[in-house]
């Protein structure tokens, strides 16, 4: 099975700032990578598929890159809707493995 | 506009079963797999399964395989999981997904609100 590791666990920001989370997978993935985001209490939400293609509606504020096994989720300008509990997550092989998420709250 | 809404949540005791449904709509459902990913209180996404858009194929996790069953009626844009042999560690939020697609041409990907089972006596 593929591990999915994220980095950091969590991180407090304020607004404005630019928010950097690290994915990483445990074998090559190729671009084979989503980005959700989370809020308490409601269903994930997709941001970015195939590493770095935005999902329609995502504001371009959010962006990712990488390949192969190191992945990120940048925030260009952290704003207060944007605190929440971010995911990653693999669809390369099966069985499909999630991050353990990294929450991001307001400093 | 895609939608995608879960029933068939509820309690139910150790070692019993629950259906839960899925219906889809606003996108042509047989074109797509579809999955199952749940949440435990406080915890993480966990992926449960995936079947394919014809249903010719399922796949499971580890911790579901043998007591859950994935299904679909694309007559009626519908998407199923049978729970059987039901644990306390099986409570959670459960979500129905349309995931990211693999092979172009690449679509978005789309989750339900979610249904809520809870096993407990």
């Known amino acids: 099975d593929i591990q999915m590791t994220q980095s950091p666990s969590s991180l407090s920001a304020s607004v404005g700032d630019r928010v950097t989370i690290t994915c990483r997978a445990s074998q090559d993935i190729s671009n084979y990578l989503a980005w959700f985001q989370q809020k308490p209490g409601k269903a994930p939400e997709s941001l970015i598929y195939a590493a770095s293609t935005l999902q329609s509606g995502v504001p371009s504020k959010f962006s990712g890159s990488g390949s192969g096994t190191d992945f990120t989720l940048t925030i260009s300008s952290l704003q207060p809707e944007d605190f929440a509990t971010y995911y990653c997550q693999q669809y390369n092989s099966y069985p499909r493995t999630f991050g353990p998420g990294t929450k991001v709250d307001i400093k | 506009e895609v939608r995608l809404l879960e029933s068939g949540g509820g309690l139910v005791q150790p070692g019993g079963s629950l259906r839960l449904s899925c219906a889809a709509s606003g996108f042509t459902f047989g074109s797509y797999a579809m999955s199952w990913v749940r949440q435990a209180p406080g915890k993480g996404l966990e992926w449960v399964s995936t079947?394919?858009?014809?249903?010719?194929?399922?796949y499971y996790a580890d911790s579901v395989r043998g007591r859950f069953t994935i299904s679909r009626d694309n007559s009626k844009n519908t998407l199923f999981l049978q729970m059987n042999s039901l644990r306390a560690e099986d409570t959670a939020v459960y979500y129905c997904?349309?995931?990211?697609?693999?092979?172009?041409?690449?679509?978005?990907?789309?989750w339900g609100q979610g249904t809520l089972v809870t096993v407990s006596s």
């Open positions: 997904a349309r995931p990211p697609k693999v092979t172009p041409p690449l679509r978005d990907n789309y």
């Open positions: 079947i394919t858009g014809s249903g010719d194929s399922a």
